[in-house]
């Protein structure tokens, strides 16, 4: 059984940074996506960020590109994203998530998630 757990959530002031871990664990695959979404409360997920396993290319959502930084762990199941200039409208409850299309933002292509870690950014 696939399990995703995250971890790093808090308060930070605009400006500052957090670094969120999603650890893996039950899954087989040799080519993977692993993704980043946020949710703010009343509306939809949204993607914003991904890697793949096989070459480690990395995409982003134009409203973090550039201050969020999507890695894999040394262990390869664990994932980081390093959010930096942190901004108010990037506070939501932020979901890693596992798929096989890098490709895609869409929350629907991602079988398998974590239960979110919330993040909070006041001005």
């Known amino acids: 059984q696939v399990q995703l757990v995250e971890s790093g959530g808090g308060s930070v002031q605009a400006g500052g940074s957090l670094r969120l871990s999603c650890g893996a664990s039950g899954y087989t695959y040799a080519r993977y996506c692993m993704a980043w979404f946020r949710q703010a409360p009343g509306k939809e997920r949204d993607w914003v960020a991904s890697t793949y396993s096989r070459t480690g290319n990395a995409y982003y959502a134009d409203s973090v590109k550039g201050r969020f930084t999507i890695s894999q762990g040394d262990a390869k199941n664990t994932q980081y994203l390093q959010m930096n200039s942190l901004k108010p409208e990037d506070t939501a409850m932020y979901y890693c998530?596992?798929?096989?299309?890098?490709?895609?933002?869409?929350?629907?292509?991602?079988?398998?998630w974590g239960q979110g870690t919330q993040v909070t950014v006041s001005s």
């Open positions: 998530a596992l798929g096989t299309y890098c490709r895609s933002s869409r929350a629907a292509d991602f079988g398998y």
